[in-house]
């Protein structure tokens, strides 16, 4: 029997569905917790109530926006190749990292374009997306961790001044914008830990309290 607070609704061949499935919707976060029975109910109704939330029109917008930062991001770190002696890796990381944000973005903008399913050939489509968004993903983590190394190892010997061909010289947009982006992105990762921790925690809380209804 469903909470008061959800729904079921039916779904004729979504994007990647090839036949009608009955899926529950939370009308808000509490729902999706108390309705999970484990780890993997869990990943799959906050999955689900995202998707319910949050038009897939609002998400491709921002994925383009967030696309075009990152295109700015690769023409900075091309017209300033020579000008970072400091590390020059660091005009490198910009350009790599833009194109692989971008490359994830047209990825997950794919799987959110609705399309008529096809058989076998739509499931293949959508197994190679997946697979490729995890590989770009991995290719990410990797990729930050190895621009934190060259841009926050660069910064006590930095300088910004006008002799270009210096050891220690960096160009300031290139340098701060590359700071900054690391930066960045080592929040979103912090507050995602974080809001999955209390997730988890809830979870949990939920599993011990019917432990202990199921042992009295």
Known sequence: MLRSSQKVKLTWGSKWNLCPISQVTHTNL???VTASGDTTDLARNLNTYINDKIPPGVTIC???TLSIIAFVMILIGTFHIPYCRVQPMIPI?????????????TLRIFRL?????????????????????A????????????????VYGSKPYVHFEEHMFEEHYCDYVLYWVAFWTCTIYLICICILI????????????????????DNR
Do not use: H, Y
């Open 30 to 32: 509490s729902d999706v």
């Open 93 to 105: 990381w910009l350009i790599v990292a833009g194109m692989l944000f971008i490359t994830t973005a």
């Open 135 to 150: 590989l770009c993903f991995i290719a990410n983590v990797v990729w930050l961790t190895l621009g934190c190394i060259w």
């Open 194 to 213: 974080v809001l999955l921790i209390v997730v988890m925690a809830a979870v949990s809380a939920k599993e011990s309290g019917r432990i202990e209804q």
């Open 113 to 133: 374009i609705p399309a008529p399913s096809q058989g076998s050939q739509t499931l293949s489509l959508d197994l190679c997306c997946r697979l490729s968004e």
């Open 62 to 64: 921002v994925l383009i």
